[in-house]
């Protein structure tokens, strides 16, 4: 069993600036916690970069650096590419960058690296808007959320990361969340183990962009896979696997009213998402040759 006391004192400094409650702490704790001393992450702009910082307020004992939203695949395969070159293809090369760095502004350097088949470790943590501007909607906010941006509720479906990475047939891609660390980092593992390109979609949860009190984040992330707002599930090699399955989905309702960035969903808003969460995971199902 890990000890994520002795690992939270040992590559992610104490007294970090993100807000109390941020899953991003977590995740970010987590993830190094598997992957060791022996990473170098690169972080775009973002929440993330909270953590990077500069010279001696940098928050990580591992190497890293700060590229831009729009080319951290890209910053990340030259990294790995510049190491093999020096005899060195040991040290893992995380891409860590949010979902507008990722979904939206970074697409780009991510499909060519999915494409090239670099061996790159690539990490989306999706708190599903720009958090750090000001809590802006990106291509990644569920429907019906409020933002800065979409102040009456996203009116459009987010775009499906997993199925944009699975049409690159890439080695290794899967969702996780911090309603199971331990199936998260196990996903950590594999995806480092993996030689060609990898990516991991992780729910995170922030109180602070989606209305909550900072201590639900957990059960804001139980909430989000036990309605299938959610889907945990891995693509390895080709097959699919699905992680969590259920009799039966607890009803959206039940999460959204966890927090306020939902408020505005009205009586028929919820019904036609709690459709579209059943078709996702139905799909989902049929996918995995288990429908
Ligand atoms: C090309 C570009 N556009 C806009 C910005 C301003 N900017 C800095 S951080 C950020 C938010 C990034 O959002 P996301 O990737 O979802 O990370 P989060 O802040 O949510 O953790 C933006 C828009 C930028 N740095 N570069
Ligand atoms: S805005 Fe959200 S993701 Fe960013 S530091 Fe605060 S809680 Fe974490
Ligand atoms: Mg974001």
New binding site residues.
Partial sequence: MFDIVKEASGLVSHGVSACAGCG?ELIIRNVLGVLGEDTTIVI??????LFCGYGPNAGMRVSGLQG???NTAAYAAGIKAGYAMQGNHHTTVLGF??????V???IQSLSGVMERRDKVMYIC?????????GI?G?S?SPVGAWTTTTPGGKPTRRKDLLRIAMAHDIPYCASASLANIPDLRKKVQKAKDTDGPSLLHIH?P?PT?WRYHPSKTIEVAKSAVQSGAWLLYEYCDGNITVNTKFKELKPIEVYFSLQGRFKGVNDEGMAEIQQQVKSQYEALLALAGLE
Wanted: aromatic share 6%; hydrophobic share 25%.
């Fill in positions: 991003l775009p702009p973002g929440c993330s970069a831009n939203l729009e960058a949010g979902d507008g760095a990722t939206d502004i970074g943590y999706d708190n599903e808007a720009y958090m750090n501007t802006q990106s990644s995170c922030c962009g």
